[in-house]
């Protein structure tokens, strides 16, 4: 079973918008990571999170973490149609350095 | 990032056949992963090595074998193919105490 799911399993927007995406897991975390993977490609890091964080920016990406919550966000700003690609969150859990735990990722779709 | 390359990219194989993934890595790290994605979904760890010694089953390996031939290299075998291995397969690499992945760009495998 996969640790995390997000949330929404699609997302269509127009270019210029916010695109946020959502990622809950089940067990604690020593970081949370988001990774980029544009169609039938490999994945790429974007950012990670501590469990220790709560907002991390990076560019034109900020994530938030509620550990209480067990959730984390991933808010896209002002979308490009470059932007167009699943998106998936990755948990480090505790238990488990060094190996990640992805979910079933959001495809995000930027219209030009 | 051709830091990581995967050989095959492109793999159509017959059931029963043995088939042999190889992933190899120009990055210095010592730690290396198959994964594997099936369609619309997150992917799963098949197995991870820490160091050439070193070698771990991952959430899906039954099926699977592996190989870590040198710190550079690390290769995965389906020693009798089924249709049910059909996925995109991918090697991932990590230096030791980082937690970021560095991705290869995926094999194709259909099994017939």
């Known amino acids: 079973s996969q640790q995390g799911e997000e949330d929404p399993q699609a997302l269509s927007i127009q270019e210029g918008e916010n695109a946020t995406m959502n990622c809950s897991y089940k067990t604690s975390i020593n970081n949370l990571q988001w990774y980029r993977q544009n169609s039938g490609r490999g994945l790429v890091h974007l950012i990670l999170?501590?469990?220790?964080?709560r907002e991390k920016h990076s560019g034109r990406l900020r994530v938030t973490l509620d550990t209480s919550k067990k959730s984390s966000s991933l808010l896209i700003t002002a979308s490009r149609a470059a932007d167009t690609a699943s998106y998936f969150c990755?948990?480090?859990?505790?238990?488990?350095?060094?190996?990640?735990?992805f979910g079933s990722g959001t495809r995000l779709l930027v219209r030009p | 990032d051709a830091d990581v390359t995967q050989t095959p990219r492109n793999r159509i194989t017959k059931t029963g056949k043995r088939i042999m993934l190889e992933c190899s890595q120009t990055k210095g790290h010592d730690r290396m992963y198959w994964y594997r994605q099936d369609p619309g979904l997150g992917l799963q760890l098949i197995y991870y090595?820490?160091?050439?010694?070193?070698?771990n089953k991952g959430e899906i390996s039954d099926g699977y074998s592996v190989s870590r031939q040198a710190q550079a290299k690390f290769s995965l075998s389906l020693e009798s193919a089924i249709p049910n291995q059909t996925a995109l397969y991918f090697c991932?690499?990590?230096?030791?105490?980082?937690?970021?992945?560095?991705f290869g760009p995926g094999t194709r495998l259909l099994v017939l």
């Open positions: 999170i501590r469990s220790n964080e």
């Open positions: 991932a690499t990590s230096e030791s105490g980082k937690e970021t992945q560095y």
């Open positions: 090595s820490f160091d050439v010694k070193d070698i």
């Open positions: 990755a948990t480090e859990t505790m238990d488990s350095s060094y190996k990640l735990i």
